[in-house]
């Protein structure tokens, strides 16, 4: 058999002479090809019980949540990204080990050559020994023969089961024995204390024998006393003449062009003739081929590899092989390869590799059981979330396929979503994307209630103060197949009582604004909310006992278009009335402040809690805000610059006329302090944050509009508003942040300045409850995970506190 | 209180005779400058001898006194007219309660104040209380807030309880101008006068001795240790006051509120709108259109 095999093997190779096929696989990747797949129960985030307000409160953090929110998309997904990189980085593993077994069944002529790769990558996966450990527990036959001979291949009993107790090769050329590191032997899939029959020793040998690397290649057995044998691979490696060029070409898309049987009866001058023409057509293939997109500093290692070497020998090309591989898997070409080595014996080495071009996309619809159905979401909602780099006629980029998985997640229309790039039959060395889609219910209901116990008469719960509460809410979404949606929900602890805190919510939103086709991304969203907080402009100075609070309650409607410039940077404008009603503590409408007598009575004569001076006032504004962000994370870090300006434009409409321009702005910069790596667990950079932000209002400026100072978001170290509420504020801060382990901690320093505008504000709260109007903090803190702990020192009365707190400042 | 009846000044007629025909020359006087009515405002800390001092000046018992305890909870106006002339001279509470200024009694004071015309401020302590101290400072504020820093020029300060023994090694004198030193000083800061003005503005310091203890000279008249009859100083001293050419303080709303913050600025809010357009959501907007030109694509776009 072997004798069979050696000149078969001698007739591939000196036949295709100028050919080497290291990896004849037609390139069917049906196995080695990720596909990326994202799973998502219910990808929309719970809409807030208490919907901001659109005239936000100077730290009213709503656009900082939302921003925050929308960092945390960003950070599942990338998560998600992960470890799908992970995975591909697997498959591309296996992919190039798998080259080998591709190639065998190859050679082997069969048609079904995938299959083949699948399975050794796989065998490769699942060690080696697990296998190996399996068959030992199987039946192995004595070799029979007397110990320490030398066996032919064909020598063996093709009867019986043989357990290989080690392999060898030997470097004919070189007469020596190579060693495992060596890149041939992981073309080899026998393992030592395997058991193979003689079938098998056979097809590992010509699956040598046709991979075009030998010239000459032999497998002996040599008897051991124990009854196994030791596997001798002896051979002789192909090499060609020296090569003084290279060359990278494309070769995707055409067809494998197929060497004409040689009539061994040819003449000289024949022979002559279809070398000529066979160079002649290589030459065309050539030319036809299209330029590929390996780097020329990848070209460049590579030709220096070949100068090196001298001649060009099967190893050097296989180490060729593996360098054009890996730069393509690295760069996400996940279904790049090299499919062959050209114009050899020539001065010029020609890689030819099928990079993966995509010659269709495909967006499917599943349902539920994964049949494919007619999707409800119109293909155009989903194909301007796909990145370019995945249309036709381009070169297939696993990273342009998470992005897609990305973008299409963020569209939270579908509950599961796979980019899978598969082989196109009808085109050799081409891609069908395709993407299939599931979509989530397009109407849901939702009704979660839940029991509050409240402490009744004398701190014991009595059954009436067992109040059911909880949330009803309906969503209807992607209305018309292009994502429009309306959701509602309404909200309250006490069914029983429930005008006390009932909280409810509607809201339309309609993209696509200009069209679906317009790549203008403009976003209408109608809403209709109320919301219910304390107001931190009637709170006391330090030493000052409670001041009885105020709440706001505000009800109304809103309407705003935002524009996406980017992901982060936005501009939205709309128009907002809203009635609002502020409350003393048993929610009666109050329109003074209170405040504490000395004596220890309390005197409903503090400063007017409303324009009107009535306690209800109503009003319409405009308001625009335009954010730009351009912060991104460098090893988890943020980094960047942030900065928004806001305007609440008052028209004139409403209670006493408000006419009004309120405008904030706030600039945070982050600066990275000092160039690191970026990459998986590197570490992140040391960030210095400035931040500033100034406040202003010139006009009517009820109470609940005015800038407070103090607080998490504004001066920490204070309490909300405990610095003063005034006309106009400026808050300067600034934090270092220095990395530790996975976590960074920080130093800050803030100041808040009321800019001696508090006395602007009508009634002056920040002298009637004696604040000082400025103030500033120092401190330091530590990050653990979303929780910052920190110690910060108020400067007004000198003293520190600990803090925790949820979320970022800035 | 506008429809409060002007009550003939009847006290006037208890005064010895001295007092009587100098109190009716400066009233005369103030005739002659075609001042018929005379407002006089008397604020202070509480229990310092506001209400008694008025009651002297009147020459009745016109408001309720109490040695123990406040007996004004609210701003009394006492009106009292001679031979055409009126005078109005209104109490106050204390301003303090509980070692703050009683904002709440400023309020009250402010509103009943409201329209009126304020010719003469009397600020009364006590001559005996021997320091001075912020709390002093911030009622001196507390006024000037209201009031504006103009009521000083029509300020009079008075010091009550001057029938006294002053502390071992000092004369009578020597306390009495330390004292006003260290009280005019108070006043200064706070109603932040500055130095280039004390000169313009004295504020001229009266003693005053309420007491019916009160020593008396030979003709019936309540004299002071240093033996000025203090009735005609202090009318004397109003008088001048009056006379100096300043002009009384109209206590409008306007005063009392401060000028309405609201209504500042806000000709220029259209035009602070286009700015805001035009240089700051503009230039935000080209920042933007910069970020997305310098955004690094990834390697494989």
């Known amino acids: ?810 | 209180m506008a429809s409060q009846l002007i009550r003939e000044w009847a006290g006037i007629q208890q005064f010895p005779a001295a007092t009587q025909s100098k109190l009716l020359e400066l009233l005369g006087k103030l005739k002659q400058e075609n001042v018929c009515t005379l407002t006089i405002l008397v604020m202070g800390k509480g229990g310092v001898g506001k209400s008694s001092t008025v009651n002297s000046i009147i020459g009745e018992r016109a408001v309720a006194v109490s040695a123990f305890q406040s007996e004004t909870p609210r701003p009394v106006m006492v009106s009292r007219s001679r031979a055409g002339f009126t005078l109005n001279i209104i109490d106050t509470p204390g301003l303090v309660e509980g070692g703050y200024v009683n904002d709440q009694a400023l309020d009250l004071i402010k509103k009943f104040l409201l329209n009126k015309t304020i010719d003469v401020l009397l600020y009364v302590d006590r001559l005996d209380a021997y320091r001075v101290d912020n709390l002093d400072k911030q009622i001196v504020k507390a006024i000037t807030e209201s009031f504006g820093k103009e009521i000083w020029r029509r300020g009079i300060v008075v010091l009550s309880h001057a029938q006294l023994s002053p502390p071992d090694g000092l004369t009578y004198d020597e306390f009495t101008s330390r004292r006003s030193e260290a009280l005019l000083k108070i006043v200064r800061m706070g109603a932040r006068i500055r130095k280039q003005e004390i000169q313009a503005a004295a504020i001229p310091v009266v003693l005053v001795e309420n007491s019916g203890r009160c020593n008396k000279n030979e003709s019936d008249e309540k004299i002071l240790p240093s033996g000025t009859a203090w009735i005609p100083n202090l009318v004397q001293t109003i008088t001048d006051v009056v006379l100096s050419g300043s002009k009384g303080i109209l206590v409008d709303q306007k005063l009392i509120e401060g000028p309405n913050p609201n209504n500042r600025g806000k000709v220029l809010i259209p035009f602070i709108l286009a700015f805001q357009y035009f240089f700051v959501v503009k230039r935000i907007q080209k920042w933007i259109k910069y970020d997305i030109a310098n955004e690094s694509s990834p390697s494989w776009a």
């Open chain 1, 1 to 810: 058999m072997a004798s069979i095999a050696a000149p078969g093997l001698a007739l591939s190779v000196h036949r295709s002479h100028r050919r080497l096929t290291p990896a004849t696989a037609t390139t069917t990747t049906a196995a080695s090809v990720p596909s990326l797949t994202i799973k998502s129960k219910h990808p929309t985030f719970p809409s807030s019980q208490n919907p901001k307000p659109s005239s936000s409160r100077p730290r009213d953090n709503f656009d900082i949540l939302g921003s925050k929110k929308l960092q945390n998309i960003v950070k599942t997904t990338a998560a998600i990204g992960c470890g799908l990189y992970a995975l591909s980085n697997g498959v591309s593993n296996a992919k190039l080990s798998g080259n080998g077994g591709g190639g065998s069944s190859g050679g082997s002529g069969g048609g079904g050559g995938g299959g083949g790769g699948g399975d050794s990558f796989w065998s490769k996966i699942f060690s080696p020994a697990a296998i190996a450990g399996e068959e030992e527990s199987q039946e192995w036959d004595s070799h029979g023969l007397p110990a320490n001979i030398v066996v032919q291949l064909n020598k063996l009993s093709g009867f019986k089961k043989y357990k290989v107790s080690d392999i060898m090769f030997l470097d004919r050329r070189r007469g020596s024995t190579v060693g495992t590191e060596d890149s041939f032997f992981e073309m080899v899939s026998l393992r030592p204390n395997g058991v193979y029959t003689k079938a098998q020793l056979t097809k590992e040998l010509e699956t040598l024998a046709t991979s075009g690397m030998f010239e000459k290649v032999d497998l002996d057995a040599k008897t051991n006393p124990n009854g196994t044998v030791g596997v001798t691979i002896s051979f002789l490696e192909s090499t060609w003449q020296s090569a003084d060029r290279f060359r990278c070409i494309n070769v995707g898309l055409m067809p494998q062009s197929k060497p004409i049987e040689m009539d061994p009866d040819m003449t000289e001058k024949e022979k002559l003739e279809y070398y000529r023409s066979q160079e002649k057509d290589y030459r065309r293939r050539i030319e036809r081929s299209r330029p590929c997109l390996l780097p020329p500093s990848v070209q460049r290692e590579i030709l220096q590899m070949l100068r090196e070497q001298g001649a060009v020998s099967a190893r050097l090309l296989q180490k060729i092989r593996d360098r054009v591989q890996q730069w393509y898997h690295e760069n996400g070409y996940a279904c790049a390869q090299v499919v062959n080595f050209g114009n050899l014996n020539t001065k010029e080495v020609v890689c030819e590799v099928v990079e993966g071009d995509i010659t269709q996309m495909v967006v499917q619809f599943q349902d539920k059981l994964g049949n494919v159905c007619e999707g409800n979401t119109q293909y155009p909602v989903v194909r301007r979330e796909l990145p370019r780099q995945l249309r036709q006629g381009q070169v297939f980029n696993i990273e342009a396929g998470k992005q897609a998985l990305r973008n299409i997640n963020s569209l939270a229309l579908f509950s599961n979503i796979e980019v899978n790039p598969r082989p196109d039959e009808k085109n050799e060395g081409g891609i069908i994307v395709e993407i299939k889609l599931k979509e989530l219910e397009q109407k849901s209901a939702e009704v979660s209630t839940e029991w509050s116990i409240v402490p009744g008469r004398g701190g014991r719960p009595t059954l009436a103060s067992i109040q059911p509460g909880g949330t009803v809410s309906f969503e209807h979404r992607n209305l018309k197949g292009l994502n429009r949606s309306i959701l509602g929900s309404v909200t309250t602890s006490n069914f029983l009582n429930p005008q006390d805190d009932l909280a409810f919510k509607l809201e339309y939103v309609h993209p696509y604004l200009d069209g679906v086709y317009n790549s203008r991304n403009r976003t209408l969203k109608a809403s209709c909310f109320n919301s219910r907080k304390l107001s931190p402009v009637f709170t006391g100075g330090p030493g000052v006992d409670e001041v009885p609070p105020i709440w706001v309650d505000r009800a109304g409607l809103k309407a705003n278009i935002t524009e996406n410039f980017t992901r982060q940077s936005k501009f939205t404008y709309g128009l907002v009335m809203e009635e609002i009603t502020t409350r003393d503590e048993s929610s009666h409408i109050s329109s003074r402040g209170q405040r504490v007598l000395p004596s220890g009575g309390i005197s409903a004569d503090g400063p007017p809690t409303t324009l009107s001076e009535t306690g209800i006032d109503r009003m319409a504004f405009l308001q625009a805000n335009i954010t730009r962000d351009n912060t991104k994370f460098v090893n988890g870090t943020i980094v960047g610059e942030r900065n928004v300006f806001q305007v609440d434009q008052g028209l004139g409409i409403g209670s006493k006329f408000p006419f009004f321009n309120r405008h904030q702005l706030t600039m945070t910069r982050f600066v990275q302090l000092k160039q690191v790596e970026e990459g998986v667990g590197k570490a992140p950079p040391p960030v210095l944050v400035l931040h500033g932000h100034y406040g202003g209002c010139v006009g009517d400026l009820p109470s609940y509009d005015a800038f407070t100072l103090g607080g998490p978001y504004s001066v920490r170290g204070y309490n909300m508003g405990e610095i003063g509420a005034a006309r106009n504020i400026l808050e300067l801060a600034a934090e270092m942040r220095i990395p530790v382990r996975n976590t960074h901690v920080y130093a800050f320093a803030e100041h808040g300045n009321d800019l001696g505008s508090s006395k602007d504000v009508k009634g002056n709260p920040t002298e009637v409850y004696r604040r000082m109007g400025h103030g500033s903090s120092y401190g330091v803190g530590v990050k653990l995970g979303l929780v910052r702990a920190e110690y910060a020192v108020d400067h007004n009365s000198g003293t520190g506190a600990i803090f925790f707190r949820f979320g970022e400042r800035f």
